[in-house]
């Protein structure tokens, strides 16, 4: 049997692990993501919070909703997409993202 050296042993293959072993691997230390999912970012592509905790900027209303005109919020360069109240009803499904998405990259795009 073959022996390697590990200096880090990350559980989870969830945003922190994967970001964790990235930055693990950019400083050349070797890791092992360890993860029970058939693969890896597996909560990224099927849970869904009601929340918006994690946004620490001035953009919320006091319910914690972004404050946005169709994804645009006041913070520069901070935008929301996905949400059924952004535009239209369809903005929350995948059949209706796309069209959100095409604004806000139109409005990014003619900023640069």
């Known amino acids: 049997m073959e022996k390697f ?7 989870g293959a969830g945003q922190a692990g994967l970001a964790t072993s990235y930055h693990q691997s950019q400083q050349g230390k070797e890791n092992l993501v360890l993860e029970k999912a058939d693969i890896p970012g597996h909560v990224w592509r099927v849970e869904r919070w009601d929340s918006f905790n ?3 900027l001035p953009v919320t209303d006091s319910y914690g909703f972004p404050n946005t ?3 645009v919020t006041d913070y520069p360069g901070l935008f929301f997409m996905g949400m059924p109240w952004l535009y239209k009803f369809k903005s929350g499904f995948l059949f209706g993202v796309g069209e959100d998405a095409a604004h806000i990259a139109s409005l990014i795009s003619s900023a640069h």
């Open 5 to 11: 050296s590990i200096d880090t042993i990350i559980i």
């Open 54 to 56: 994690l946004v620490r």
């Open 69 to 71: 005109k169709r994804g």
